[in-house]
């Protein structure tokens, strides 16, 4: 059983700085791809970045272009853990922020999902 675990929202004023964690347990076997989503109140769930290793066409980290230079996708494979650290942030990135891991299976590939936690960006 794979469980993602996120921590680190709150509330915090524009300008200001938030680092995300995703902590992984459970036996994944082939990581493909692990990211960060959101999904602000009244809207679809959005991808925010990825770090791609386990494909090498689309390998590397890429960022939707409305958070390019503030956001950073990280990981520290010892801890398990993911992070997506977060300056200058903006009222538009109130959301809830997923982690989610892009593992290959048998089948073709199986998505994991964390609880989500909220962020919240006053002006």
């Known amino acids: 059983q794979v469980q993602l675990v996120e921590s680190g929202g709150g509330l915090v004023q524009a300008g200001g700085s938030l680092r995300l964690s995703c902590v992984a347990s459970g036996s994944i076997s082939s990581i493909r791809a692990m990211g960060w989503y959101r999904q602000a109140p009244g809207k679809q769930r959005e991808w925010v970045a990825t770090?791609?290793?386990?494909?090498?066409?689309?390998?590397?980290?890429h960022y939707v272009d409305s958070v390019k230079g503030r956001f950073t996708i990280s990981r520290d494979n010892a801890k398990n853990t993911r992070y997506l650290k977060k300056n200058n942030l903006k009222p538009e990135d109130t959301a809830v922020y997923y982690c989610?891991?892009?593992?290959?299976?048998?089948?073709?590939?199986?998505?994991?999902w964390g609880q989500g936690t909220q962020v919240t960006v006053s002006s």
């Open positions: 770090n791609v290793y386990g494909d090498s066409t689309y390998y590397g980290t």
């Open positions: 989610n891991v892009d593992a290959w299976a048998p089948s073709g590939r199986v998505n994991y």
